[in-house]
């Protein structure tokens, strides 16, 4: 059993940074793969980033390349997502999960989810 709490959301203007936190318990992280996925009001769930546990690899969808970066640290057990240059189309809810077998954008892949955090970009 995974527990996930996300936080460091919040409102922040347009072209603005923030940094979200996913604070893992019950199991280390170091050996699980880590996703970020963010739902807006009205929308349905999708993929933001994720990392591979074994050799780091990461993978954004497309409207946040260049901007979002994902790390982790297992040391503290937490892993963040760091958000630059955001947009208005950036506020959601964001959520971090993770997954035992998979590091990729599959929804379905992925075990355990936080409650998630709550951002929103101002125009």
């Known amino acids: 059993q995974v527990q996930l709490v996300e936080s460091g959301g919040g409102l922040v203007q347009a072209g603005g940074s923030l940094r979200l936190s996913c604070a893992a318990s019950?199991?280390?992280?170091?050996?699980?793969?880590m996703g970020w996925f963010r739902q807006a009001t009205g929308k349905e769930r999708e993929f933001v980033a994720s990392?591979?546990?074994?050799?780091?690899?990461?993978y954004y969808t497309d409207s946040v390349k260049g901007r979002f970066t994902i790390s982790r640290d297992n040391a503290k057990n937490t892993a963040y997502l760091q958000m630059n240059s955001l947009k208005p189309e950036d506020t959601a809810v964001y959520y971090c999960a993770t997954s035992f077998m998979a590091s990729g954008s599959r929804i379905s892949d992925y075990e355990y989810w936080g409650q998630g955090t709550q951002v929103t970009v101002a125009s």
């Open positions: 990392m591979s546990w074994s050799r780091g690899i990461t």
């Open positions: 019950g199991r280390t992280i170091s050996r699980l793969n």
